[in-house]
Structure formats: C-alpha cells, structure tokens
C-alpha cells in the first residue's frame, strides 16, 4: 500500500472522497480533510500488479475412510495442504527407504474465494509397510517462496486401531519378603488397551483404599497400545489378617470394568503321584503325575530327567481340587524299574523361586505269598463272599483284581482294604472280597484272584476259586497276561 501525505492552510473543516474504480493502475481514493488552519491530503493507491506476501501451506493428514479394514492388507492415507497462496506446489510421500511414487494420486490444486490454493494426494499402502516405517507427506514451492513443511503419519499404523480392552494381572509379593516383616506389595499390570483413557481403584474388603497406593502414568507400545502398572503398600500385620484386596479397571472407551482380587496366599506344594501298580506290571509306558497344590493361575510345570528337558506347559485342573492343577508324563515302565529319577518343576511370576520335586521308584527286598479263602453259603438263598488275602510282601506297591471265567470283573463289584504295615517284621498285607449270589455260585463259574507284585517271575498270579473244585486251586497267569509283559521287555 502506498500512502501520499501533503499538508495545506486553512480554516474551515471540510470533507472529501472520491472512488476511481476504473483506474489503470487500480483502485485509486482521494480524501481531503481540512480542520482548524491545517489540510491533509491523503492518497491511497492500490495497483493490482503490488505482489501478495508469500503464505506457506497449512499440512493435515487424513484418515482412511470407515469402511476401510487394516484386515485387508493395504490402506489409503490422505494428506492434504490448505492456504497457500503461490503457485505451483508440489505434493509427495516418502519414507524411511525414500520417495514413494507407486500407488500415489495428487489431485490438481484448487483455487479458492480467498485467493488461497488448496492441493491434496493419496497414497495406498501395504499395512505391513506402514507399521514398520516412518511415511511423511511433504509439501513445496519449486520458487522457494516458502520453506518445504513435512508432517509423519501420527502414530502409525495403531491410528487404525478399534478400541481394545485392558489385560490386567494381579500379582504380590512373595511369602519370604512378607515373613521378614517387609510391607506386602500388591501389582496390578495392566497392558494392551487403547486408546488411553483408563482409571484404576484399589478396595479393601470392597471399601476404597485412599493411601498407599500408586498407579504409573501410561507407555505407549510399538504396537500402538497402552501399557501401566498401580502398585498397592500394605503393612505386613494387615496383609496377614486375610482381608481380600482388590484392583477395579475401568476403561471407558471399550465400556469395560475388570476386577481382580487378592489375599494372603498358601505356600504352594508340590507332590507326585506314582503309576499304579498295575500299569507298572501289565502295561509298556507307566504314567507319573505332579500335582501342584494352592497352585497360581497360569502355573508352568516344567519335566526333566537329570538335566535333559522332557516336556513343559500349563498345569490342568484338577477335578478333586480347583487349587490344584496337576500334569503327567508318560515314561517307559522299564525306566521306572530301573529307578530312574525324573524332575517337576513349577514356576510362576507370583513364585519367587520355581519348586523342585524329583520322583523315582523305591527299590526294596522284593517278597510275598498269599492265599484265596473262599467263604461258602449257608443255604442256597443267601450270598458268597470270596476273600483274598495277601500278606508277608514287600514293597507295598501291589495290585489286585477279580476276574469270572478270565474276564475282569469291574472294580465297583468288589472291595479292597489299604495296604497295611506289619511293624515287626517291615512286611506288608492286604485283602480284597468279592460278593456274588448264590446262583451265580451254583453255575460253577470260576472266580480268580489276580496279584500283581515284583516278588513274583512273571509279575502276576492267580488263585481261582468254584462250586466243584470244593477248594481253592493255583494257577498260573493267563497267556494274554504274559504275553503283554513280554512285549514291554
């Protein structure tokens, strides 16, 4: 703008203006004021040809439209460039690697109201591409009128992301650190939700805690997600009064409210179960299991055999107990003769160190003998009852079943007693009874007594017992019997 100031005499204050509109050189107004003895003419001229003030662009990145899916494999960027005022620019997409021109579309540029400019591009992009690079668009003036702007895609790829949920894992201190009167130490991990709008509350006995707790401010993960922790003081003498303690979640944009308890916990344990004797007698593979008592969510149990690795993964529940989480391992029955030793390890965050436990069989003098008693029916309308009786053995480990005319006969059909330690003589008994009718009896089926134990050659015998024999009769292990402890040597 350019502006003409003259001064002049007089007295009388006047006023004038006047438009030239049609002006060769532009808009042309004159105004003459005159006050007191003083006059002002003042001119302004605005020529047409007068250059603007060079405005660099305004630079926006644009999302991809709702119905795309990151799911597909590509998505489209837009980026888009407003309120330039000098021409031509120039729109492009880089990268880490360099300039990106496959699967790029720049729209010619707009010329707006404002005597603005308005320019904008897309880019399809492969999502794999986009989460492991750094993508700019960039905008610039090939005069240099203004300096080049360049802005990243926001975040990357987790800008797509649908809200997710919190994972949360409470955890505590360990039982060690408590009996040493240390404070007890509650933590609630919280990870994997988005975006990062989260609250958490800790309650004790479902009334709120208003001290010693405090929560981490958010991490943002490569990923795009979100990851805190809140940590929980307590004093060891409350902590060990029992009280349950909780840790409440809440995330609004996935309307979500998770809840976590925890108190003072039982030392876990671990113990095994051997194979029963039967399988170590009449099978090829024997079945160890580890049980782990007042076990943690989500409990490892590792095996191993001296240090070789066997097999490793989460603890099962138990069906007896839904403290315990048991696993089992299938070995050879003659790794088990052989008193073989073999390892189970539990492990845990919770658990500050994992629990070691080794099983292998208890070797001993191998002796034994038993007898087969039957008791006969007073009259035909009343019950027999078979009894078996197995004394002087040792080791304990033995079995007994019941078999009719050679098929076994099912275990709820008949009772064994525990086996029993004879204290003088560091031997051991049993006996087991089976009740039939007498007109079972009367039909002259032979009931046999089946023993499995080591003391014996072909690990099992037989006594059988029927109406005719008048008492009862040795023999020998059947040939199916035999021949499946064969096939195991």
Not at 240 to 269: E, F, L, R, W
Not at 305 to 334: C, F, M, R, W
Request: charge should be neutral; include cysteine.
């Amino acid at each position: 703008i350019w502006e003409l100031l003259t001064r002049t005499s007089g007295k009388k204050e006047t006023e004038n203006s006047f438009l030239f509109s049609n002006s060769p050189i532009g808009s042309l107004t004159f105004n003459l004021r005159q006050k007191g003895s003083q006059t002002w003419n003042v001119i302004w001229l605005f020529p047409s040809w007068f250059p603007a003030v060079p405005s660099p662009p305004s630079v926006y990145f644009l999302l991809p439209t709702c119905g795309q899916s990151p799911s597909s494999g590509s998505v489209t960027l837009g980026c888009l460039a407003t309120e330039y005022n000098s021409e031509p620019a120039t729109l492009t997409w880089t990268s880490d690697k360099g300039l990106i021109t496959d699967q790029v579309k720049t729209y010619p540029s707009v010329f707006n109201k404002n005597s603005l400019y308005t320019l904008s591009s897309e880019l399809t992009i492969a999502v794999s591409q986009l989460e492991n690079d750094n993508i700019h668009c960039k905008v610039e003036q090939k005069s240099n009128n203004w300096p080049p702007v360049a802005i990243p895609v926001p975040g990357q790829y987790h800008v797509f992301q649908k809200p997710l949920p919190p994972i949360v894992i409470l955890t505590q201190s360990s039982p060690e650190d408590i009996t040493m009167h240390k404070p007890a130490t509650a933590v609630c991990s919280i990870f994997g939700f988005h975006p990062d709008k989260l609250s958490v509350k800790w309650l004790k006995d479902w009334q709120p805690i208003t001290s010693g707790a405090v929560t981490s401010p958010s991490v943002k993960e490569d990923n795009g997600t979100f990851s805190t922790s809140s940590r929980l003081t307590v004093p060891a003498i409350e902590w060990g009064s029992g009280a349950v303690y909780t840790c409440q979640v809440s995330h609004g944009p996935t309307q979500t409210i998770i809840v976590k308890n925890i108190t003072k916990s039982s030392d876990v344990k671990v113990y095994f179960l051997p194979p029963s004797q039967e399988q170590v007698l009449m099978e090829c593979y024997v079945t160890l299991t580890c049980v782990v008592a007042n076990a943690p969510l989500h409990v490892n149990v590792t095996w191993t055999q001296g240090k070789t690795h066997l097999q490793s993964g989460y603890g099962k529940p138990s069906a007896n107990d839904p403290q315990e989480v048991i696993s089992k391992l299938n070995i050879s029955t003659q790794d088990w003769n052989d008193g073989k030793e073999f390892f189970c390890i539990a492990s845990h965050d919770d658990m500050p160190t994992p629990i070691r436990e080794k099983t292998f069989k208890r070797t001993g003098e191998s002796v034994g003998r038993f007898q087969s008693t039957p008791v006969f029916p007073v009259t035909p309308t009343l019950s027999v009852t078979l009894t078996c009786l197995v004394k002087d053995f040792t080791p304990k480990e033995i079995f007994v079943q019941w078999t009719v005319n050679d098929q076994v006969i099912d275990a709820t059909n008949y009772k064994s007693t525990e086996v029993m330690a004879d204290s003088a003589h560091h031997h051991y008994s049993m006996y087991s009874m089976l009740s039939i009718s007498a007109g079972e009896w009367d039909r002259g089926s032979s009931y046999s007594c089946v023993v499995g134990h080591e003391a014996f050659p072909l690990k099992t015998l037989t006594r059988t017992v029927n109406k005719s024999s008048g008492k009862p009769s040795f023999v020998n292990i059947s040939l199916v019997l035999m021949d499946t402890v064969n096939a195991c040597q």
